[in-house]
């Protein structure tokens, strides 16, 4: 049994989740309900399951999966899968979950769609309905949830609207977008959005609560991945290049670190930032998973800048008379460089740069997502598995757990 928080609704209209309700795993569903409730055995792993999509939830403890016959939700510590709902007339190409709460957002997807992939379906497993309906002309490529807010992204523009009642608040133009990239912050005291801008290799940065927008030049090609903190104040961007990974102060739009995860160029599947902000983690085609050491840290008394406000972590980052050493905890290692860091502002910039910390190899025939676990772990579905990274001496990561989800 899973413990997910409940959505306890007083109206007809949307409240975020507040109390708590448990779901059993392979719960039945009512008769109300428009999803069909297969009978036993009549869901095959083996049997012409597509997988359509897996994407983490906001605090990386659990990841769905969309396919072509419904959709599953897993824990990841320990993993189990906490329920599923099957389908035998379509599937989904995108489920957002909303942290472990009752509420998804569904968009169909696959070859066989009862639900088209330009319509957002606000589910509310508790009460087993729909809750809200968006449709679009064009299909949906992305969307994002917090309690507040539902944010739905098309190729070209960002709808944003209020949770309580589902009206309209925002709408943003951006570049062609085909992968959906957006995100949310989900602090308290924050209100931040993230998502391509106008031109190519730019990043906007709405501040909705300080009603304040920044637009951010972070790569000179356009935008292939990009994540935030949970606080919003810092962001994590690649390009279609997939060499350079960059972070950046999304207030003013410092960059503060670049890492390089190779020099030939590489499709990002995947970045995420530890919630110390002490790792940074990156997959890609190339069947490598990267772990870098962040020179970014929450503390310090020569903090860079601070929320005007509202509450928020004091930052340090590198500045040309900044010592590496004292922005790098004394009980974890540092990046790796070339040989000839030494003389960097001399040689071209390559041999200044910074490689990862640790890295773990995998099968180039498969897209993977990686996350951070505890205790210096690092999740990567798509090999179903989890390992473990020496914080002081980096190196080759040990595999700790393998699980099949889908044969």
Known sequence: MVVLSSLISTSSSIHPPMGIASLES???????????????????????????????????????????????????????????????????????????????????????????????????????????????????????????????????????YDFTDLKLLHQIETQSNPKGLCCLSHHSSTSVLACPGLRRGEVRVEHFGLKMTKVISAHDSQISCMTMTLDGLLLATASIKGTLIRIFNTMDGTQLQEVRRGSDRAEIFSIALSTNV??????????????????????GEDASFQLPAVQAPEMIHQNPSTPVDALISPNTGANNNSSLYFLRGVLPKYFSSEWSFAQFHLPEVTRYIAAFGSQNTVMIVGMDGRCTFDPVNGGQMLQTEFVRVFS
């Open 26 to 160: 392979q719960q039945s569903w009512p008769s109300s309900t428009p999803f069909s409730q297969p009978e036993p055995g009549d869901y095959d792993d083996d049997n012409g399951t597509e997988l359509l999509s897996v994407s983490w939830n906001q605090d990386y403890r659990c990841f769905a999966v969309g396919t072509s016959n419904g959709f599953q939700i897993y824990n990841c510590d320990p993993f189990k899968e906490t329920f599923r709902r099957d389908l035998k007339s379509g599937g989904f190409g995108i489920v957002e979950m909303l942290f472990r709460s009752n509420i998804l957002a569904l968009v169909g997807g696959g070859a066989n769609m009862q639900y088209p992939p330009n319509k957002v379906m606000i589910w509310d497993d508790h009460q087993s309905r729909c809750v809200g309906e968006y449709a679009y002309r064009s299909n949906v490529r992305g969307v994002k949830l917090r309690q507040d807010r539902i944010v739905i992204v098309l190729e070209h523009k960002i709808y944003v």
């Open 278 to 299: 002490q790792w940074l983690v990156v997959s890609s085609d190339k069947g490598t998973v990267h772990v870098f050491r962040l020179r970014v840290r929450v503390g």
